[in-house]
Structure formats: C-alpha cells, structure tokens
T-cell receptor, first 115, second 110 residues
C-alpha cells in the first residue's frame, strides 16, 4: 500500500482479555515504531525495530506489552490481560532511514477501548 | 535528547503567517530540530527539519537562531486545514526514537 496501514481501526475489549494490534509498514522501510496516545495527551514511545537489530523496548509500560516484527515487515503489538488504563490510540510509524528521522510516516492508529 | 519548550496554544487568522516558537536551550551540536504536526484524529505528519541553517520546503520554513537555542516554524499563509498540534523535537540524526512533548495547539480562524 501507499502508506502505513494499521488494523483494526477500532477495538473494544473486556478487561483481562488479550489483544493484538497489527501494523503494515511502507514496503522497504527498515525502521518501525509503536507509540501510544491517551486521550488529550502526547505521544508516548513504546518500542522500535530496526532491521535485524534487537528491538528497543525501553518504552513498554509493563511486561503485559510485547511486540514482534516478522520478516522485517509486518509488526504485531500484543497487550495481555488488558486494563482500563490501556485504553488509548496506538500509532505505528515506519521510516526508510536508520533512525526515525526526516520522513517518518504514521498510520491512522488503532483506537483501543478496554471496558 | 534535549528538551523543548513550546507555548501550549496559539491563534492565527486565515491567510496570515503563523509563527510557532520553540526553545531548546540545551541542544547539542549534533542534534537536529524536527517539526511534526498532528491534525485531529490523524497520525503525526513530518513537516521539516534543520541543523543550523534556515530551511524551507513546500509546507513551511524553519528559522534557527545562530546560537541554536531556539527556532521558529513559519507557515506563510495559514489555512483552516493547518489547525493542528505542532511538535518541536530535538534529536540526533539517525538516533533511535523521537520523543514527542505536548506541542503547540494552533487554531486557525476565518
């Protein structure tokens, strides 16, 4: 596709359930990022993938959060045992450069609501 | 990464220039200034970046002071579609992540 694609666009889940959020980056982009944005707040960095290097997981808020990137392309963010405070928009971005610089392209996000 | 300070909100009349300031007094010599914006309900969009020279592209101009401790993003002819939150970010080129602050909410009015 022409841009970063995220699915689903909206997800409502019950507290305690696991959820998976998907990101399809722009083809050929080696860097992939996940951010979280709570209502009315700024973007919170979660995790960064760059090629075959070990991911930078320094922003993951707890061990309930994990992410993987298969084949250097599609990424899945998994939240286990969801809590109400996990409700937010989860944004994925990809970049052609080594770092998230110059031209970082963001998807439209997945709005997660935990009830 | 260096911290930035931006006013929380600004207004601008449609057709006028919007000048968005950013202070980054602790910027290091190898750190760039980046600007992104986020229109309501959309993902952030890259606008422009610079090191020490002024930069211009089809979207905006970036003016960086000689001491690099502050910068101004200029939208020369603001339109209603420019209403958004504008983020000023300072980071090393090819570093591993962009840290977003709270930004400036720009409201363009008719």
């Amino acid at each position: 596709g022409a841009g970063v694609s995220q699915s689903p666009s909206n997800k409502v889940t019950e507290k305690g359930k696991d959820v998976e959020l998907r990101c399809d980056p722009i083809s050929g982009h080696t860097a992939l990022y996940w951010y979280r944005q709570s209502l009315g707040q700024g973007l919170e960095f979660l995790i960064y993938f760059q090629g075959n290097s070990a991911p930078d997981k320094s922003g993951l808020p707890s061990d309930r959060f994990s992410a993987e990137r298969t084949g250097g392309s599609v990424s899945t963010l998994t939240i286990q045992r969801t809590q109400q405070e996990d409700s937010a928009v989860y944004l994925c971005a990809s970049s052609l450069r080594t770092g998230l610089n110059t031209e970082a392209f963001f998807g439209q996000g997945t709005r997660l609501t935990v009830v | 990464d260096a911290k930035t300070t931006q006013p929380p909100s600004m207004d601008c009349a449609e057709g006028r220039a919007a000048n968005l300031p950013c202070n980054h007094s602790t910027i290091s010599g190898n750190e760039y200034v980046y600007w992104y914006r986020q229109i309501h309900s959309q993902g952030p969009q890259y606008i422009i970046h610079g090191l020490k020279n002024n930069e211009t592209n089809e979207m905006a101009s970036l003016i960086i002071t000689e001491d690099r401790k502050s910068s101004t993003l200029i939208l020369p002819h603001a339109t209603l579609r420019d209403t958004a939150v504008y983020y000023c970010i300072v980071t090393r080129y090819n570093t591993d992540k962009l840290i977003f602050g709270t930004g400036t909410r720009l409201q363009v009015f008719p």
